[in-house]
């Protein structure tokens, strides 16, 4: 009888030890957010990386840049793959997110498109030039405007139209969100687009640029995650197949040629 009893309590505590089915499945599934281009694409080429290491992963389409970060805040994703640096600072600092970046992934220019004209020098006066409206690609935005001659603007990181000190052109300056930009070709003398939705309205941007961003931009896109999350090994493996050989060539022979550089 007491060795039954003691069998039993060996086996009650294996229990409280050991994760539960679910549990341990839990921790083998990724939930990744991303914008389709480029990031999907990246994405889909880490993905059988993962599944080599067992992991089950799931990708989301998001087609804005509000909605992945609530997601992961929130727990809706594992982690998310979109944004750059100062723009997730923005974010972290006026939303009050409890998330952090934890790879380097790729630089995407920002360029200046027109159907009006084909060089920034042809630009007329009093033209309507729309850029992206949330703070940072707004002011970087107005950082590539001013580096191709047309505005210049005051010293600092969050500028705005307001601090722009010279404007020869008397340009217009209409600010919208971002993935509504390519739209706006049709009523605008220019526009500046994020790569990502130049590309899926089917513009090149090596090709169609008018003008374009340094390849040095300090903008680098990056895998985002809860910081409690940081430590995970699901999230190692995820920064590490994000970071393999094999998202570097697909970037340098796929993407480069489009306008898009690794940061790794």
Do not use: C
Not at 1 to 23: C, D, H, Y
Not at 85 to 100: E, G, M
Request: no cysteine; aromatic share 6%; proline share 7%.
């Amino acid at each position: 009888m007491q060795l039954i009893r003691r069998i039993l309590f060996i086996a009650l505590t294996l229990l409280v030890f050991i994760p539960s089915g679910s549990q341990a499945a839990d921790d083998k599934k990724i939930v990744i957010g991303v914008t389709p281009f480029p990031h999907g694409e990246i994405v889909k080429v880490a993905v059988p990386l993962l599944e080599k290491e067992g992991y089950a992963v799931e990708i989301k389409e998001f087609n804005d840049y509000v909605t992945p970060n609530i997601a992961l805040n929130d727990g809706s994703l594992t982690a998310n793959f979109f944004q750059h640096i100062p723009y997730l600072d923005d974010q972290v600092k006026n939303q009050k997110y409890d998330i952090a970046w934890v790879a380097k992934v790729h630089i995407e220019p920002l360029g200046i498109y027109s159907k009006k004209v084909k060089a920034v020098g042809d630009i007329p006066d009093g033209a309507t030039v729309a850029v992206p409206n949330d703070p940072t690609n707004n002011a970087r935005a107005l950082r590539v405007l001013e580096k191709a001659g047309l505005i210049k603007v005051k010293p600092g990181e969050l500028v705005t139209a307001r601090d722009i000190t010279d404007n020869p052109k008397n340009i217009k300056i209409v600010e919208l969100e971002a993935a509504q930009l390519p739209r706006t070709l049709d009523d605008t003398s220019a526009s500046v687009i994020n790569t990502n939705f130049a590309v899926e309205a089917g513009l090149n941007p090596a090709k169609d640029a008018i003008a374009i961003e340094d390849k040095d931009s300090p903008y680098a896109n990056v895998l985002v995650v809860r910081k409690a999350d940081i430590e995970k090994p699901a999230i190692k493996a995820l920064a590490k197949a994000l970071g393999s050989p094999e998202v570097k060539n697909f970037i340098d022979t796929e993407l480069t040629p489009k306008g898009i550089v690794a940061a790794f």
